[in-house]
């Protein structure tokens, strides 16, 4: 009875101990996931940042032009104004 207790304590430890082995090798595999993610959200982070330096580029181009359409509308009413004066 005392051999059957052992074997089945020795049993149960080894597969305690396996059970610990594949869950280390699942938590490795799951840093490697992770690092990956962040790799790649650390270069999308840098893309975005790019993208943003673009956009605020072509919101100044965008505001110039703008302005420009309005000096000219501006200087067209004022033609305009004066031949209706003459």
């Given at each position: 009875?005392?051999?059957?207790?052992?074997?089945?304590?020795?049993?149960a430890?080894?597969?305690?101990?396996?059970g610990?082995?594949?869950?280390?090798?699942a938590?490795?595999?799951?840093?490697?996931q992770?690092?990956?993610?962040?790799?790649r959200?650390?270069a999308?982070?840098?893309?975005?940042?790019?993208?943003?330096?673009?956009?605020?580029?072509?919101?100044?181009?965008?505001?110039?032009?703008?302005?420009?359409?309005?000096?000219?509308?501006?200087?067209?009413?004022?033609?305009?104004?004066?031949?209706?004066?003459?």
């Open positions: 009875m005392k051999r059957v207790l052992a074997v089945v304590f020795v049993l430890l080894c597969t305690s101990v396996l610990g082995c594949a869950s280390q090798s938590i490795k595999q799951l840093q490697t992770q690092d990956q993610m962040m790799q959200l650390n999308l982070e840098k893309a975005q940042a790019g993208n943003v330096q673009a956009c605020e580029n072509a919101a100044r181009r965008a505001e110039a032009a703008a302005d420009r359409a309005e000096k000219m509308a501006n200087k067209a009413e004022s033609i305009f104004m004066k031949h209706m004066k003459k």
